[in-house]
């Protein structure tokens, strides 16, 4: 993978589909791994546990992150301690409130308290961040997840946001902010710039690191040839009047 060399920031992959996991475990500059259940439901994944297991037991390197999904808080604990127990390198996703939008920082406290690595994830205010920040331990490691994309998708500006949501995060120095839900590739230099220490990206943004600091020319080119081969493939034509060329002038 062709990662530019000043950036600083960890690649996460964000997906739930086996055989891209392992092909992008290949890949030394992809320093860890997330899923989440919608990404899990759409790959088509019947049996959350076994997925899991299957992931972890070629992955021991490296991070992987598992969500919670019980709606309680005590589910959410009990979830917790069973998946942290499925390997060393298991991170375990928590979401920021239950679905009525009580604060899981009780679970978070639980899970911390005993050791357990948690990723507090669908975190968007920096109040969340506040309070998560407050819930954890200073000597355990964590990770905080801010959707600074779908924060964008709101039409507001999520760099000066995340740079704030670092500031926070300065109080506890094992716990890492990680920039899920970009956009485009663009926001892999935005999270190195807004100084987070992590970012998950899709397969389909992965894939443009293939174009970071392409030459426009080059690119231009390409597309201008991808607009006149996709014409040709489709046997596209258009009846010309030669008589009509008097009007280029
Ligand atoms: C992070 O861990 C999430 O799985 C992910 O970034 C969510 O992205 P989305 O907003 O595209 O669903």
Redesign the pocket.
Same mark, same amino acid.
């Not at 000043?6 to 055989?19: S, V």
């Given at each position: 993978m062709n990662i530019p060399s000043d950036l600083r920031i960890k690649i996460f992959a964000?997906g739930a589909n086996l055989e891209e996991i392992l092909r992008l475990a290949k890949d030394p500059m992809i320093k860890g791994f997330?899923? *989440?259940p @919608?990404?899990m439901r759409k790959a088509g994944i019947e049996d959350y546990e076994t997925f899991a297991r299957d992931v972890l037991a070629e992955i021991v390197d490296r991070p992987v992150?598992f969500e919670v999904f019980a709606d309680d808080l005590d589910g959410m604990v009990a979830q917790g301690f069973e998946i942290a127990g499925w390997g060393p390198n298991v991170n375990v996703?928590i979401p920021v409130t239950n679905t009525q939008g009580e604060s899981t920082v009780p679970v978070v406290e639980r899970l911390v308290a005993e050791g357990v690595v948690v *990723?507090v @994830?669908a975190v968007f205010t920096l109040d969340q961040v506040r309070a998560i920040t407050a819930a954890l331990d200073a000597s355990v490691p964590a990770i905080v997840?801010v959707?600074a994309?779908?924060i964008a998708d709101t039409g507001r500006d999520p760099i000066p946001h995340m740079r704030e949501a670092v500031e926070i995060l300065r109080d506890r120095p094992k716990a890492e902010l990680?920039w899920?839900?970009?956009r485009e590739l663009l926001n892999v230099f935005h999270a190195d710039e807004s100084g987070c220490h992590i970012i998950?990206v899709?397969n389909d943004i992965l894939a443009k690191l293939a174009n970071a600091g392409k030459s426009l020319e080059t690119f231009s080119l390409e597309t201008v040839k991808m607009f006149h081969e996709d014409a040709a493939g489709a046997g596209y034509e258009i009846q010309t009047d030669p008589g009509k060329l008097k009007l280029v002038r």
């Amino acid at each position: 993978m062709n990662i530019p060399s000043d950036l600083r920031i960890k690649i996460f992959a964000d997906g739930a589909n086996l055989e891209e996991i392992l092909r992008l475990a290949k890949d030394p500059m992809i320093k860890g791994f997330t899923t *989440n259940p @919608t990404l899990m439901r759409k790959a088509g994944i019947e049996d959350y546990e076994t997925f899991a297991r299957d992931v972890l037991a070629e992955i021991v390197d490296r991070p992987v992150s598992f969500e919670v999904f019980a709606d309680d808080l005590d589910g959410m604990v009990a979830q917790g301690f069973e998946i942290a127990g499925w390997g060393p390198n298991v991170n375990v996703k928590i979401p920021v409130t239950n679905t009525q939008g009580e604060s899981t920082v009780p679970v978070v406290e639980r899970l911390v308290a005993e050791g357990v690595v948690v *990723n507090v @994830t669908a975190v968007f205010t920096l109040d969340q961040v506040r309070a998560i920040t407050a819930a954890l331990d200073a000597s355990v490691p964590a990770i905080v997840s801010v959707f600074a994309g779908r924060i964008a998708d709101t039409g507001r500006d999520p760099i000066p946001h995340m740079r704030e949501a670092v500031e926070i995060l300065r109080d506890r120095p094992k716990a890492e902010l990680i920039w899920a839900s970009p956009r485009e590739l663009l926001n892999v230099f935005h999270a190195d710039e807004s100084g987070c220490h992590i970012i998950t990206v899709t397969n389909d943004i992965l894939a443009k690191l293939a174009n970071a600091g392409k030459s426009l020319e080059t690119f231009s080119l390409e597309t201008v040839k991808m607009f006149h081969e996709d014409a040709a493939g489709a046997g596209y034509e258009i009846q010309t009047d030669p008589g009509k060329l008097k009007l280029v002038r």
